[in-house]
């Protein structure tokens, strides 16, 4: 029974991509400042894998001698997470998608009319920044708040309470019909429920949906074609528009993720199986709020948690830990980073030096094949 293992550590980039500076962003090292900026800062489970070898470290401690490590370089057109996941598992995005200061007239004012609702906002905004702006103004009136960001994306904020959480969930689906119908490829539609009060403040919840343009085959598909049951964790299933994926088990946090692919591997199906997660709080709650030391100190927890987890990976399973893009909690601006990922493996041999992102869909088709 072979099994396997790909955990996106979501936006945890290494730097040096050749074209950063096309994207604005010469200089961004997300792992790189970490280490050099934070005192103390450590990561020895991730180091066993290599690691600090992949980053250029000069105190390298002894890597595992069944770990693979290596850099991937992004080659689709956009740093986002769709073009990010997708290139991972094979399908590079040439093409980049659409992007918006402002979405047109029309296009607004037929998601309203078919989702029975007026927006506020259509304007390129910090999700954070947005609701204190607008949250106010969203609960007195009850109209979604519609916005944007550098990434290809529509996004609608309401709150739970006062607008709904599955009236919400309905309008962001119905967004992604005049989309799709219209021909206009964004890369998702972002459902942004929040909580909370005029007066104490409103907090963004876990219970963010994404509803992801359709991608082109993938080794998702094609591994489900041969019989492996692939499995995502975390908004895996949102991101590929449920193309290509078995079973989902959504999680609101990096612990709910780590916590479901304990169990899940701990299960020793009897079928072949392929488990795909990503842990989205590095990018959400760290990366693009600039927060450093909240970036580091979720990486920590990760390590904690990948030293116990290491001990249930027999010698025959395949293991990859790899991220979609960088999000360098000290470069300027909220945005992600166009940078190389790391990628560190159990059950392959080594890989050689550098490739492109689809190197990971290689190794899965590989294993299972």
Known sequence: MKRALCVILDSVGCGNAPDAAAFGDEGANTLGHLFEKTPGFELPNLASLGLYEALGLSNRPA????????????????????????ELMGFTVTDPFATFERFPADLVEEIETRGGTTFIGNEVASGTEILTRLGEAHVTTGHP?????????????????????????????????VLDERGIRVGRVIA????????????????????????????????QQAGVRVIGVGKISDIFAGCGISESHPTKSNAEGMAAITRLWAENRAEPHFIFANLVDFDALYGHRRDAPGYANALREFDAWLGGFLKSVRPEDLVILTADHGNDPYHHGTDHTREQVPALALGLPQPPPGGTFGKVAEWLEAYFS
């Open 192 to 223: 942004r429920p929040f909580v909370g009060s005029i007066a104490g403040g409103f907090k963004r919840t876990g219970n963010r949906h994404d509803y992801s343009y359709q991608p082109g085959e993938t080794v998702l598909n094609r591994l």
């Open 63 to 86: 890597v595992r001698p069944d770990a693979a490590w290596t850099r991937l370089t992004e080659t689709s057109a956009g740093k986002d997470t769709t073009t990010g996941h997708w």
């Open 145 to 177: 708040i519609l916005y944007t960001s550098a990434d290809s994306v529509l996004q609608i904020a309401a709150h739970e309470e006062v607008f709904g959480l599955e009236r919400l969930w309905s309008l962001c689906k119905t967004a992604r019909e």
